[in-house]
Nanobody, 115 residues
Framework: QVQLVESGGGLVHPGGSLRLSCAAS????????MNWYRQAPGKQRELVAT???????NYADSLKGRFTISRNNALNTVYLQMNSLKPEDTAVYYCNARFRTLGYWGQGTQVTVSS
């Protein structure tokens, strides 16, 4: 079965960096568009970044310049590099895979930005 397993979350001070990873299994990873979403307490889940199967990336406007999404098809892994983190980046970050009508979610990883 398809599994998406996120890792790399944790507690970081404002201005710090984290790199999230999402390891996929049970799927042909290279054909999927991969997405990172986040959900803060009391808020709706929002799209953070997308990288297509062809390697094109897009970001939420508010995050451009601070976050970078990348993928390694040989390792079946997608990454989210987060720099200059702010307290408002605190959320559970979810990995999502999408191919046509197919979609899968990871269990999420908590990112807390606090002094």
């Amino acid at each position: 079965q398809v599994q998406l397993v996120e890792s790399g979350g944790g507690l970081v001070h404002p201005g710090g960096s984290l790199r999230l990873s999402c390891a996929a299994s049970g799927m042909t990873f290279s054909i999927y568009d991969m997405n990172w979403y986040r959900q803060a307490p009391g808020k709706q889940r929002e799209l953070v970044a997308t990288i297509t199967s062809g390697g094109t990336s897009n970001y939420a406007d508010s995050l451009k310049g601070r976050f970078t999404i990348s993928r390694n098809n040989a390792l079946n892994t997608v990454y989210l590099q987060m720099n200059s983190l702010k307290p408002e980046d605190t959320a559970v970050y979810y990995c999502n895979a999408r191919f046509r009508t197919l979609g899968y979610w990871g269990q999420g990883t908590q990112v807390t930005v606090s002094s």
